[in-house]
């Protein structure tokens, strides 16, 4: 037996898995294929956003509420600065599905939050143009987390706590037995008495095919404007945003670097996002569509940044067919923990993701509530 635990890729979730395993063992290897925090994988893009109030499932909350408090932990671990007070502003239609929606969902997770009417938005955030029927919802506890910091601080921290990390070592094949779990390599393999699956877009090679005809890799677009007065879009003066409608949409964060501003579409209420078939070769080039579509935007929303994109890229995700991650053993009597699947949402929840997966894969403790995220409820389609 190599090692108790094994953490198959070290990027978003797998990162914050090594690193809170490392807590609770002095047996664990971490498997990356590049390097951590490498620029191709689904922590590519500098930035994302960290929201206590959302809409969707509140059975989301404690998760955040964890996640808030471990990147703090984090933070003082390393003496990095990961996560960046900002507070959040969720805007659309007054009355309209997007804002409801989140206000149903603070209802019942009792999430802290305000709501601003179109007057008052426009006298503290003058950054936004506005549509005539808009509000918003603030959310107090927002922020904005630097993602490759956030990666390399918590791989750090696992080593510093004797956790082994072999970069530049793709996983071709893992493998259960009677007495563990044999994960291959090229011509190397090692055997663990357990494994989490941590691999984001390029999990679906590790999975089995029930699981497989589940998920789908896509194509996250991220792009970025210059702001005409960098000052306005600091973090101290504007929050990260989410401005969701019917016919579009877009979300970003402030200037971290004084000047550059992300402003990323998203799908429009009911959207999808492209799929691509290989997270190997993701076409990171924008096409003549996507262009239009978020510079059009970006005009409508921001005056004040000059609408020519500056910068983009793309990145792979796993997506599931409901939207809810993987999270939790392949079944009953597997050796094989999944934390994938996050569908573009996971990033702000990844300590706490990485913390129930550690803990559970190591025996440690069993979480309650999660049974929409559980990988066996898959099964018996």
């Known amino acids: 037996m190599d090692a108790k635990l094994a953490v198959i890729g070290l990027g978003s979730i797998g990162s914050m898995a090594l690193w809170q395993a490392s807590r609770l063992s002095d047996s664990v290897v971490g498997f990356e294929a590049a390097t951590p925090a490498h620029g191709r994988s689904a922590v590519g893009g500098d930035t994302r956003l960290f929201r206590m109030v959302y809409f969707g499932k509140p059975d989301y909350y404690p998760i955040m509420e964890r996640s808030r408090g471990l990147w703090a932990e984090l933070e003082a671990e390393t003496g990095q600065e990961i996560l960046i007070p900002t507070g959040g502003l969720s805007i659309g239609t007054a009355n309209g599905s997007f804002i409801n929606s989140l206000l149903e969902t603070t209802r019942i997770n009792g999430a802290e939050h305000c709501v601003l009417s179109r007057e008052e938005l426009a006298e503290r955030y003058p950054q936004h143009n506005l549509r005539a029927d808009d509000c918003a919802v603030y959310d107090p506890r927002a922020g904005v987390l630097r993602t490759d910091r956030a990666v390399s601080a918590a791989v750090a921290a696992a080593q510093a706590n004797g956790a082994t990390v072999l970069q530049n070592t793709p996983v071709d094949s893992i493998t259960e037995t009677e007495d563990g779990v ?105 096409t003549p569509q ?25 990145f792979p995700d796993l997506f599931t067919e409901d939207r809810h991650p993987l999270l939790g053993w392949l079944d009953q009597n597997s050796r094989v923990y999944c934390a994938t699947g996050f569908s573009g949402k996971g990033f702000k929840m990844a300590t706490g993701y990485g913390h129930i997966a550690a803990h559970e894969a190591l025996g440690k403790q069993t979480i309650e509530g999660l049974d929409f995220v559980r990988p066996d409820r898959f099964k018996s389609r």
């Open 290 to 314: 996507e262009i239009e579509k978020v510079t059009e935007t970006v005009t409508e929303f921001f005056p004040g940044l000059t609408p020519t994109i500056v910068r983009s890229d793309a």
């Open 182 to 286: 044999v994960v291959t390599s090229g011509e190397r393999t090692w055997t663990f008495e357990k494994v989490i699956v941590a691999s984001g877009g390029w999990s679906r090679r590790l999975m089995p095919d029930h699981l497989r005809a589940v998920t789908e890799t896509h194509r996250i677009v991220l792009t970025w404007f210059i702001a005409q007065d960098g000052t306005q879009f600091s973090p101290e003066k504007f929050p990260v945003f989410s401005r969701l409608y019917d016919d579009r949409s877009l979300y970003g964060a402030p200037a971290v670097d004084g000047v550059t501003v992300k402003a990323s579409v998203d799908a429009p209420m009911g959207g999808r996002a492209r799929t691509t078939p290989d997270p190997d070769s993701v076409p990171r080039e924008l």
